[in-house]
């Protein structure tokens, strides 16, 4: 059989068993696809919601681009964005499955409290974590209340280690999602294998590791992959907090599309910096494919 | 399975379908033959019952001309952020705009240079009460767009001034018992401060917005405020962004002086979004703040239906005007906001709302009893000194700054050089050379404007 | 006895976790009961109920909720089903065309909503379709899309595939596959997808806000914002009661499901056992 035919083939099997993806591609393409292609578009123009650009805006090349790439404190949320991103990536994870792995055949009602807890962070409108973790870790908020009773002095929070701080928050907010993830997958991994395992002796330790982690490494691929993407995304929570200082210690690159394209409504330019967190997510999805690939 | 597929996506597209054509039938304007004014505004909460819904809604209650037209309330549920976004999404298209929309005289410019508003100079000048010196001059000023015409009628107003609490003032020893303080120049005010310092304990002498994160704030109220009072403004007369000069440097400095002698608030306090909030509801009704740089809102925290009553604040505190920086005259200053009545340029009721707006403006019909409820400082002289508008603690006083009130820049570019401004105010108290905060100004504003478009004093 | 301090050591570790995770929620509680809420930490001079009186009295909030479940329940629907369906070809084919796929979409979803809104607008117009309900769920569901591929179809894949075969065997085509032996075994991740795209739409404000203008339409995400006052002033006891009531869905939500999700452990741990 020739190479082309196999193509062919290949094509032909691809379409008949691709007909369930139908709805989704359907509804994709229409409303999520074709908007985004549009804005790619915008990156390249001199658009603007409202001032002198809203009424001819032009093609002007790559002129967004130089603009953005002249400024240092671009390259400066970038690195933000990274710091953000690592952070809440590996608070979120850990905390959520610990959470969900000793949550495991535990008495119900005691799950059906601490849960809830978990997810209280999760469930709130964006505006009103914010708030709440702004009281939280103000200078004389109900953070340094406790650590007052336990004679720790007080601690600036959002003025001397914003970043953790907001990082922080991000944790409170996204540690949920991972809860419910690990929660289900680890409901995937029999208990007869894992019983098998500390029957033949191995420490409760090792059987996490050798058994139990390599049962679910798929879902901690995915939930590392969605929660990457929705933390690159995080605006109102830092926004709202910290407005992107002191200084621009918490500006994030949505922070800064927003300084340098949304306020001041010229689209185009703030489009031209989300393109840049295209790209940061395109890496990382290229990252993640390497290092996972060939999953089957 | 094939057939759900299809059904499902059929589904899909007849729902589109259908919403599709019951959203145009509804936006399509008139029903019953008469037109109809289409009012969006900022909805600050509380649905009918809120003040700028009450006041059109009475006003169109009260217009002879109710019965030829119908009237659409379109209130705008959001952030003040998110409602200049909308607003210009809406302006945009015959289809979404609205017939008169509350515009903030800040964004103004904006919307004036996209050409969504309408030209009103010809309705004005058949408008008496524009003609005859019933509105501020300033006021008028702050809606006219860089080409010299009109293209709001303001409604309302605020001002900005020093804050003062009486009982530190006199304790420290810059007033005497029952006196009003009243300083003529910038080294005033650091005397003061310094006598604060000095003579009480636990009081912060001076706090004045000086972070990005307190925005528009930082860059009117604080670094504003200074550089007018110098006597330069931000731009030259022929329209070129000054970035760099000796009075820029003075503001600055001022600045800097408040903070390295520790007269101003620790930076935690003030270098985040909620700094208004502390100072004017926690520090200053609580008598651990001497001064607080601060508009006339601030009342509205203070009243007994308010977040942080002070049951008499009319006489605990005080308020002086803001000097100019070596007392040259005019003496004192301060900047005006505030927000107009816009008619959009897809409006197609133009001459019947602007016919509703002089009656909504109407002293004798509701805007008197609206602009007291608002909380904010009226547009027209003829309010200023009814008995039952001047009576509210401050607002006599708040009014009469407008006389000497100046306003931002009518240039679309202001709200991205703002930005500039916050970073060059934060950098400064926290602690960068004014050297070093003003050339990167420079390179900021440069980005924005063009090398062309500034000028070094 | 080892066994059993391990097992209270996990409990205490967990109580610990949970109580930090409610520790800032304090202040909204408090903020809520009191009559001058600020943002600082305070407790109340005045405790009211009346906060929450006010939000559950007015018809406009209450209106808000029911639209905000109508938008919320009917998406995460569509969701789940438009994803089962897509979730089983990228589960169980080699499609060679599935890596570069399910990769492209996920990484769209970086872009914030904020940079996509103005196109999305502008196409809302020129189709007749601004200040729709159908429109705002559409549009919610085809952007909930990728993540809810991406964890359906993580889930079925631990679905494992004998089961399956022995479904064909006895002749059922792949809906009845599906609906039958599959759903029932991947119930807790469905639940998850669930979840996850009801909370997803529930808290949306920028969707819903700029898509829709008709009062009547609007849900309670976007209701949230009548609190926020002029020049930055917020009337925080209204709002942290707003919020308390608005959290209620998806925290019941989760507890519900989780009784389900117990059965789930179950069905799953039989099958591989």
């Known amino acids: 059989m020739s190479q082309h035919s196999y193509k062919i083939e290949q094509l032909k099997y691809d379409l008949k068993k691709s007909i369930l993806l139908i709805p989704a591609i359907a509804l994709m393409i229409g409303f999520f696809i074709i908007p985004i292609f549009m804005t790619v578009y915008y990156s390249f123009t001199n658009l603007a919601l409202t001032g002198s650009n809203a009424k001819n805006f032009q093609f002007i090349g790559l002129l967004n681009y130089k603009t953005m790439f002249t400024d240092p404190r671009m390259w400066a949320s970038v690195f933000h964005t990274l710091i953000f991103l690592v952070g809440s990536l590996i608070g979120q994870s850990l905390i959520g499955f610990f959470v969900a792995y000793f949550m495991q055949k535990k008495d119900q009602t005691f799950r059906s409290i601490v849960g809830p807890c978990i997810l209280a962070g999760w469930v709130m409108p964006e505006i009103v974590v914010a708030l709440c973790c702004f009281a939280f870790f103000d200078t004389s908020g109900t953070m340094n209340a406790i650590l007052q009773t336990m004679n720790i002095p007080g601690v600036k929070w959002l003025y001397a280690h914003p970043m953790l701080t907001v990082i922080l928050a991000n944790i409170w907010h996204g540690t949920a999602f991972s809860m419910l993830n690990y929660q289900s997958a680890l409901g995937n991994v029999s208990s007869s294998i894992t019983e098998a395992a500390r029957v033949d002796g191995a420490t409760r330790v090792q059987t996490l590791f050798r058994v139990t982690i390599p049962c679910i490494k798929d879902t901690i691929a995915t939930n590392t992959m969605l929660n990457t993407l929705s933390t690159l995304g995080v605006f109102g929570l830092i926004w709202a907090m910290t407005g992107g200082g002191p200084g621009n210690a918490t500006t994030t690159l949505p922070i800064y599309m927003y300084f340098q394209g949304l306020k001041n409504f010229q689209l185009g330019q703030g489009t031209a910096i989300g393109m840049v967190l295209l790209l940061v997510g395109a890496i990382f999805s290229v990252i993640y494919t390497k290092t996972l690939g060939n999953e089957d | ?457 | 006895m080892k066994e059993r301090s391990i097992k209270n050591t996990q409990y205490i570790i967990l109580a610990i976790i949970a109580l930090m995770f409610v520790l800032p929620l304090i202040w909204l509680i408090l903020a809520s009961l009191d009559t001058n809420a600020s943002q600082a930490l305070n407790m109340p001079t005045n405790w009211t109920l009346g906060n929450f009186k006010d939000v559950l009295s007015s018809n406009r909030n209450l209106r808000g909720f029911g639209v905000g479940m109508v938008i919320s329940l009917i998406q995460a629907t569509v969701v789940v089903l438009i994803t089962g369906l897509a979730a089983y070809p990228l589960s169980r084919y080699k499609l060679s065309y599935k890596n570069v796929f399910m990769y492209s979409i996920l990484f769209m979803t970086a872009l914030p909503m904020i940079a996509v809104i103005v196109p999305v607008y502008k196409m809302f117009l020129t189709i007749h379709i601004l200040d729709s309900i159908t429109g705002v769920i559409l549009y919610l569901s085809a952007t909930s899309l990728p993540y809810g591929i991406w964890l359906m179809k993580n889930f079925m894949d631990g679905v494992p595939i004998e089961l399956e075969e022995a479904a064909k065997i006895e002749g059922a085509n792949i809906m009845q596959t599906l609906k039958m032996v599959i759903a029932p075994l991947m119930f807790p991740g469905i639940c998850v997808t669930f979840i996850f795209t009801f909370s997803g739409s529930w808290g949306n404000f920028f969707v819903p806000y700029i898509l829709l203008s008709s009062q009547n339409k609007l849900p309670a995400s976007v209701l949230l914002y009548q609190y926020f006052g002029q020049h930055g002033t917020i009337s925080y006891g209204p709002l942290a009661a707003f919020s308390i009531i608005y959290a209620v869905p998806s925290i019941l939500l989760y507890i519900l499901s989780q009784r389900y999700m117990s059965k789930g452990f179950n069905l799953a741990g039989a099958s591989k056992g």
């Open chain 2, 1 to 457: 399975m094939k057939k759900l597929l299809v059904i499902l996506t059929l589904a899909l597209i007849s729902c589109s379908m259908l919403f599709a054509s019951g959203a145009s039938e509804s936006s399509s304007k008139s029903d019953n033959g008469k037109p109809t004014i289409t009012y969006t505004f900022r909805d600050d909460g509380r649905g009918s019952d809120q003040i700028l819904w009450k006041w059109i809604e009475e006003g169109y209650n009260s217009w002879d001309k109710k019965d030829q037209v119908n009237l659409d309330m379109a209130p705008i549920t959001a952030s003040e952020g998110d409602y200049f976004t909308k607003i210009a999404l809406q302006l945009s298209d015959p289809a979404t705009s609205p017939d008169l929309v509350c515009e903030d005289t800040f964004q103004l410019p904006n919307d004036v240079s996209a050409g969504y508003l309408t030209n009103l100079d010809s309705y004005v000048s058949s408008y008496a009460d524009w003609t005859d010196g019933k509105y501020y001059a300033s006021m008028q000023k702050a809606v006219t767009g860089a080409d010299g015409s009109v293209y709001g009628i303001p409604y309302c107003t605020d001002t900005r001034g020093l804050w003062y609490n009486r009982a530190i003032l006199t304790e420290a020893g810059v007033i005497k018992q029952g006196e009003d303080w009243a300083p003529t120049s910038w080294d005033d005010i650091l005397d003061a401060c310094a006598k604060i310092q000095a003579n009480t304990t636990d009081v912060i002498p001076f706090w004045c917005n000086s972070g990005v994160a307190t925005g528009e704030a930082t860059s009117m109220q604080t670094y504003e405020m200074l550089l007018y009072g110098t006597g330069e403004r931000l731009l030259t007369d022929d329209g070129k962004w000054i970035i760099d000069s000796d009075s820029m440097r003075a503001s600055l400095k001022f600045l800097q002086d408040i903070y390295n002698n520790g007269y101003g608030p620790s930076l935690d306090l003030v270098l985040n979004g909620q700094a208004s909030n502390t100072s004017a509801r926690k520090y200053f009704p609580e008598d651990k703040l001497g001064i607080t740089l601060d508009g006339i809102w601030i009342t509205g925290n203070w009243k007994s239906t308010g977040p942080s009553p002070v049951a008499d604040y009319a006489t605990k505190f005080g308020l002086a005007a803001m000097p100019t920086s070596k007392g040259q005259t005019p003496g004192t200053v301060t900047l005006a906001g505030g927000w107009a009545f816009s008619i959009p340029e897809n409006s197609d009721a133009k001459e019947l709302t602007f016919e509703f707006i002089q009656h909504l403006m109407d002293p004798e019909a509701s805007y008197l009893s609206s602009i007291i409820e608002q909380g904010n400082i009226c547009t027209r002289t003829d309010v200023g000194p009814i008995e039952e508008y001047a009576k509210q603690p401050f607002f006599e006083q708040a009014t009469e700054f407008l006389k000497t009130a100046d306003f931002r820049p009518q240039n679309d570019k202001y709200s991205t050089v703002s930005t500039a401004i916050q970073y060059m105010v934060e950098s400064v108290v926290t602690g960068t050379s004014i050297d070093n905060a003003i050339s990167q100004y420079g390179k900021d504003v440069i980005r924005t404007v063009g090398k062309e478009n500034v000028v070094t004093l």
